[in-house]
């Protein structure tokens, strides 16, 4: 009836479910690809693409190209970031390059120094809602209600 058996192969399967972890002293030169979730203190030149959350702890620094989900930046970044949810930058980022984002958050005393485009993840919710004449109560029964009171 109650098992303490869990079924690994789910949770390795999903994207995001698993964790990588680039500790402070560890530099890597090179692509990074990677279904799971990523840590970095270290520094890493290159490309790191998954798509999931990336985190970049304040001593991180990377320095080419990140395309993820979700990053949570206080550490050092140049390059070209591409976030296609949400991006916050903590009070310690420092951020150089191009930035595509679909929301951003940004912490007082953070450095962004670098070209943003906001492009919503859904282009339906790119249409800005206009109002028309309908919407809006005409003037002529507004003064007319006005009287009868």
């Not at 951020?95 to 958050?105: E, F, H, P, T, Y």
């Not at 859904?122 to 109560?137: E, I, W």
């Amino acid at each position: 009836m109650f098992s303490d058996k869990k079924n690994a192969n789910t949770t390795a399967s999903e994207p995001g479910a698993s964790q990588n972890r680039i500790n402070e002293g560890t530099h890597i030169n090179g692509d990074i690809t990677s279904k799971g979730f990523f840590r970095i203190d270290g520094v890493v030149e290159g490309t790191v693409s998954t798509p999931s959350k990336v985190v970049l702890g304040k001593n991180g620094v990377i320095k080419g190209n990140l395309s993820c989900e979700n990053a949570d930046i206080a550490g050092e970044f140049s390059g070209n970031l591409n976030v296609s949810q949400l991006l916050t930058l903590r009070s310690s980022a420092n951020i150089k390059g191009d930035v595509v984002v679909g929301k951003l958050s940004v912490e007082p005393g953070a450095a962004f120094n670098a070209t943003c485009r906001m492009q919503p993840a859904d282009a339906s919710q790119s249409k800005v809602n206009q109002s028309t004449v309908y919407d809006r109560p005409d003037r002529s029964s507004v003064k007319a209600a006005e009287q009868l009171n």
